[in-house]
């Protein structure tokens, strides 16, 4: 749940919780299964679409999530630096997080509009980045959030360097990642298409229901089975060698 309720805000979703989405799995997968029974009258089939139907919200988020992370892959170094600019500038740390709202990029104002609205109403610095860091749910904005706490708790002279130390950190890393995503999209886009396309030919075998009456029956039911465990098992193996591991929220 923590972590459905995590993608759901990386994906923009703030106003859904886990429980709105595991609702929309359910509908999807209720209609899915009755508007398939009635279409093909092989509730084997109907079951096999109900179920992809049903983990289509989630597999929206989740892509929509993985997209706006790697957007903001490249975002935050120039936040990273407005907030330097800032504090080199002289300005206290709320002010330079609050000026993000203004100066910063343009996804990433509305979370630290919401930070300078919070701090002006109750003066609660460390209450704020706490807030702050449920909006954002973003390992990067995790790290940069504790490294200003901390410098606001224990002080330091070096602030300055660590936030340009870090804003170098990140430019190499969305740097190297573009470039082997770029090298592994073919290979990843090859795989989906190769997973998709018996589920597909199935679907259109389906407009005509005396084509499917074959999987009416317990071995067509144990057909579809088989296949549907091999689809699983060979796009997650697919995903796990072809995708890039994401950054763990290890700063929660």
Not at 132 to 148: F, H, M, Q, T
Not at 196 to 210: D, F, G, K, N, Q
Not at 225 to 234: H, K, S
Request: net charge positive; with cysteine.
């Amino acid at each position: 749940m923590r972590r459905l309720r995590d993608e759901l805000a990386q994906a923009g979703y703030r106003g859904i919780g886990p429980a709105g989405l595991l609702t929309a799995c359910a509908l999807a997968f209720v209609l899915t299964l009755v508007t398939g029974v009635a279409l093909t009258r092989v509730p084997a089939i109907a079951l096999c679409f109900a179920v992809m139907a049903g983990w289509a919200p989630v597999a929206v988020v989740s892509m929509r999530a993985r997209a706006r992370r790697a957007h903001l892959r490249d975002l935050w170094p120039d936040a990273v630096d407005n907030v330097t600019s800032a504090v080199r500038a002289g300005l206290a740390l709320p002010e330079a997080l609050s000026q993000l709202s203004v100066r910063g990029p343009e996804e990433l104002r509305p979370p630290f509009a919401e930070f300078a609205s919070d701090y002006r109403t109750t003066g609660r610095f460390n209450d704020c980045l706490d807030r702050l860091k449920v909006r954002l749910a973003d390992p990067v904005g995790d790290r940069l959030v504790e490294s200003l706490r901390i410098a606001r708790e224990v002080g330091g002279s070096d602030l300055g360097s660590l936030l340009r130390t870090l804003s170098t950190f990140l430019r190499e890393d969305a740097r190297t990642r573009s470039e082997l995503e770029t090298r592994q999209s073919w290979t990843v886009n090859a795989a989906r298409l190769a997973v998709a396309a018996p589920w597909l030919v199935l679907a259109m075998l389906s407009t005509r229901p005396e084509s499917v009456q074959a999987y009416n029956t317990s071995t067509g039911a144990l057909v579809l089975a088989v296949g549907a465990a091999a689809t699983f098992v060979a796009y997650r193996v697919m995903v796990r060698i072809g995708r890039l591991p994401e950054e763990e929220r290890v700063l929660r």
